[in-house]
């Protein structure tokens, strides 16, 4: 008589798994169990083993030793058709599918600080059952993820249950077990070591592929931490490429970085060239966009609130571009607006605002490794508490765009300087090998483009070395200026900013970003 197979599943999220083992048992197996998962599977009416009874051993050490026998193992790990008699001869039974899913060490260290509970959350027994099931797979098949569980009983209805299918299952295993422990390894660091520990694990799912990367001989994919993407980005209407993501990141991060206002940036290659804070959102994009239309053209727009059909009406203009929009959300009627555009990709985050994920760290390759800091953010603070350094305060509308100014620049490839008039941006110089060359250009810019910078403010993201970018910004009219301070020459600048009545904040902070 042919022996039933055996599944042993033992899961902490537990959504799905009653209906899962339901149809595991209409297939033939028979199930066994730990802990609360056996509980649940047998108050919903299912034949299953508690594992104590399958391994004729108790738990133990307060659940801590449950499934570490040799039963358990041995089931899972001896080779079929080498190992038989040997597995016979020790009274081990094959266990032909394992079910399991880790303790929720994520939710343990949001919800608690207490470390003994911390580390009784830490799974041990779910890991190895895991890594074994997984290394064992040509006979064993390993499920990790409850999405995963109709196509597991599809494929065993099927007959696709084969060594292709279940080599999917299994690095899928390792990939979850990998992650697990990469969590673990940096929250001890992060606790112990000030999160810098002599490792330092970078995890991320995947969520979708790209087209291809920053060109198309190179391949690409986005992937997130956590949840971010999955929960707060969908497609409206095109596929979003490698690029396109990464210029997001720029013009998201500068839109969300005024709270709840009306903000529009529009950016190129991850600069801003366009930014505007006004009534509202159709004013804040028409302001937005005077400051560099020729470079917004074929750029990503972010808007910190709905894209209505108003704003696309705007937005659609003969002569006018913008590859790529992201807004908090967006009306139907405003996505019919751009149906006769092919080339514009519309996304959304079905949110209120723009949101960030707002990790506390950052990070980038390097040749032969990656770079590692804390992240760098703006504080309001930071022009509220700034020093005035020159006989003339500047107002309280120019201290407004000098707030701006100041996250603009904080947020722009370095060397930068922005000009800000009317909570607007009206110049920017960025990504120079000088900071007065930066200057220069940006006046250039804006004479090209017939703004007029007289009453503007300008803001630099690391001190002026010396006074000549002060003395362009003069001729132009620039009232205030705001910079971090901290040049051997400070004395000079500031005089120049004296000499030609202008004010001067020191923050005493840099935001470079290289």
């Known amino acids: 008589m042919k022996k039933s197979m055996k599944a042993l ?26 802990g609360g998962t056996y509980k649940l599977l047998k108050k919903s009416g299912l034949d299953v083993t508690e594992i104590s009874d399958f391994t004729k051993s108790p738990e133990m050490f307060g659940g801590r030793v449950k499934t570490l026998h040799p039963k358990v193992h041995g089931g899972i790990l001896f080779q079929r058709g ?56 040509k006979s064993v098949l390993i499920v990790t993820d409850s999405m995963d569980y109709d196509l597991v009983i599809e494929a065993i209805k099927n007959g696709k249950n084969d060594i292709d299918f279940r080599k999917k299952m299994m690095i899928k295993a390792y990939e979850h077990t990998a992650s697990y422990d990469s969590m673990i390894a940096n929250y001890m660091n992060k606790r112990f070591n000030n999160d810098f520990g002599e490792y330092k694990f970078i995890v991320g799912k995947k969520v979708f592929d790209t087209r291809y990367g920053e060109n198309p001989h190179q391949k690409g994919a986005l992937y997130e931490f956590e949840d971010h993407f999955t929960k707060h980005f969908k497609a409206l209407k095109g596929e979003a490429s490698f690029n396109n993501m990464t210029d997001i990141h720029g013009a998201l991060n500068l839109a969300s970085s005024f709270g709840k206002s009306p903000a529009v940036a529009i950016c190129k290659h991850a600069n801003p060239c366009g930014f505007a804070i006004k009534d509202n959102l159709l004013n804040s ?97 930071e022009v509220e508490n700034a020093k005035c350094v020159t006989k003339k305060p500047a107002s309280k509308t120019e201290l407004q765009d000098l707030k701006i100014a100041w996250k603009v620049a904080a947020l722009t490839k370095s060397n930068c300087v922005v000009y800000v008039k009317n909570s607007a941006l009206v110049a920017i110089g960025m990504g120079m090998t000088s900071r007065v060359d930066a200057a220069r250009a940006a006046v250039l810019k804006a004479n090209d483009m017939g703004i007029d910078l007289k009453g503007a403010v300008l803001a630099s993201e690391a001190f002026f070395p010396f ?19 901290g040049s051997i020459r400070d004395d000079e600048v500031i005089k120049a900013a004296d000499d030609n009545k202008m004010s001067m904040y020191f923050t005493g902070i840099r935001h470079f970003l290289h």
């Open 82 to 137: 080498v190992d038989d008699d040997e597995a016979a001869k020790n009274g081990i039974e094959a266990i032909d599918l394992v079910c399991v899913n880790l303790y929720p060490f994520k939710e343990t260290i949001n919800k608690t600080d207490d470390f003994n509970e911390i580390i009784e959350n830490i799974d041990i027994g779910g890991p190895t059952m895991v890594r074994s099931a997984a290394k064992n797979y």
């Open 285 to 381: 994009y028409k302001e937005a966009l005077k400051c560099d239309p020729v470079s917004a053209y074929g750029g990503v727009i972010a808007i910190n609130g709905t894209l209505d059909k108003e704003l696309a009406l705007e937005l659609h203009k003969k002569g006018t571009f913008m590859e790529v929009i992201i807004a908090a959300n967006v009306t139907d009627d405003a996505l019919d607006v751009f149906s006769d555009k092919k080339r514009t990709k519309i996304f959304t985050q079905n949110s209120d605002f723009l949101v960030r994920a707002n990790e506390s760290f950052d990070f980038k390759h390097v040749d032969g490794g990656f770079v590692y800091q804390e992240r760098d953010f703006v504080k309001d603070s």
């Open 467 to 485: 006074s000549d970018s002060i003395e362009i910004a003069a001729k132009v009219g620039i009232s205030a200026v705001i910079q971090p301070g």
């Open 9 to 34: 599943i033992s899961v902490s999220d537990k959504s799905g798994i009653c209906e899962f083992a339901k149809e595991l048992v209409n297939l033939g197996y028979e199930l066994i169990s730990t």
